[in-house]
C-alpha cells in the first residue's frame, strides 16, 4: 500500500485492497501454521473411509495433513503467495480451524496482521541477525535462536 502521506492512517478500504500481503500471510501460515491442529470428540459411533470412530474417542484434525499435500497445493514446499490467486477448497487450509468452530478472531487477526507487516514494510528497514536459522518442530515452528531481528526506522 503506497500513497500514504507520512503520519497518515491506513483506513479499511486500504486494508481491503491489500490483497497480495494477505496471500503472503496465507502462504506462511500454511507452510507453519500457528496452530498445527486440535483435538474433536466424537459425540456418536462415527464411519469414516472404512473407520469406526467409536463415540467417545478423541480425533486430532493437523493442519498439516492438507497444508503439505501436493494434491492440494502445486510444489507444497515452495513459498508461492501467487497460489492462493485460486480459490482453495473448504477444509484444505485451516490455520483458523474450519467449521463451527473456527477462530472467532479471524477478522481481528487479518487486520492485525495486515496493519502489522504494512509498518514494519513501510517505516523500518530490519533484517534478521541470523538468517539460515534454524527452525524445530516442537510441536510448534520454534527458532533455535529465538529469531531476533535488527530493526531500525526507516530514514
Ligand atoms: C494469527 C492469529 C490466529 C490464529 C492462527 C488462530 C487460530 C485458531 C484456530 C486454529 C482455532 C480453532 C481451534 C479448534 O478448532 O479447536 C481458533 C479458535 C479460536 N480463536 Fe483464534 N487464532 C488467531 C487469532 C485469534 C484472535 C486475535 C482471537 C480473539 C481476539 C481469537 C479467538 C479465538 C477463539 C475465541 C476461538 C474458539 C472458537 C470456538 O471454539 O468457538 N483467535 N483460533
Redesign the pocket.
Known amino acids: 500500500m503506497t500513497g500514504k502521506r507520512p503520519g497518515e492512517n491506513l483506513t479499511l478500504d486500504d486494508l481491503k485492497k491489500m490483497k497480495y500481503s494477505w496471500q503472503v500471510?496465507r502462504e506462511s501460515?500454511r507452510l507453519f501454521?500457528?496452530?498445527f491442529?486440535?483435538?474433536?470428540k466424537a459425540i456418536v459411533d462415527i464411519e469414516f473411509e472404512g473407520f469406526t470412530i467409536p463415540k467417545g474417542w478423541k480425533v486430532l484434525?493437523t493442519?498439516y495433513g492438507t497444508h503439505y499435500s501436493a494434491e492440494y497445493f502445486q510444489d507444497p514446499l515452495s513459498f508461492n503467495p501467487s497460489r492462493f490467486e485460486e480459490p482453495v477448497p473448504p477444509y484444505v487450509f485451516?490455520?483458523?480451524?474450519?467449521?463451527?468452530?473456527?477462530?472467532?478472531?479471524?477478522q481481528?487477526?487479518?487486520l492485525?496482521?495486515l496493519i502489522f507487516v504494512h509498518l514494519v514494510v513501510t517505516r523500518y528497514d530490519w533484517s534478521l541477525l541470523y538468517p539460515d536459522e534454524n527452525i524445530t518442530m516442537d510441536p510448534l515452528p520454534f527458532p533455535s535462536h529465538g529469531m531476533p531481528i535488527k530493526i531500525s526506522p526507516k530514514m
Request: positive net charge.
Open positions: 500471510a501460515m501454521p500457528p496452530i491442529g486440535s483435538f474433536r484434525w493442519a485451516l490455520p483458523f480451524g474450519g467449521g463451527p468452530r473456527v477462530c472467532a478472531g479471524y481481528l487477526a487479518k492485525t496482521t
